[in-house]
């Protein structure tokens, strides 16, 4: 079927995520991981459970598997992420600020 409309590399998505939103796009895909180092520093974010917590950034990450694994890419499928890609990049960078604010 998708080769019918054309078949992109697994590195389309990437790409195009990061022309689209650039550095925001790399702070959402790294919040999960940076959220469980920050919450040692951070006492906001030890009261969330772990299970909570992956349960609410874990979206992204599952969409954008399931988009890679298919052959045919188009930017569409993702704009369906996009707000929430917005959300994760905002909270990586507003909880390394206070990381930063801390250690100043």
Known sequence: GGQLYGVEPWSFYFLNLFLNMNVVWAFAIASLPLAQVLRKFDPNLRQITRAKMFTLMVGPYLWLSFF???????????????PLLCVLGSISIAHLEQLFQAFI
Not at 69 to 81: G, Q, S, V, W
Request: aromatic letters at 20%; hydrophobic letters at 45%; charged letters at 25%.
């Open 68 to 82: 890679l694994y298919l052959p045919h890419k188009e930017d569409r499928f993702m704009l369906a992420i996009y």
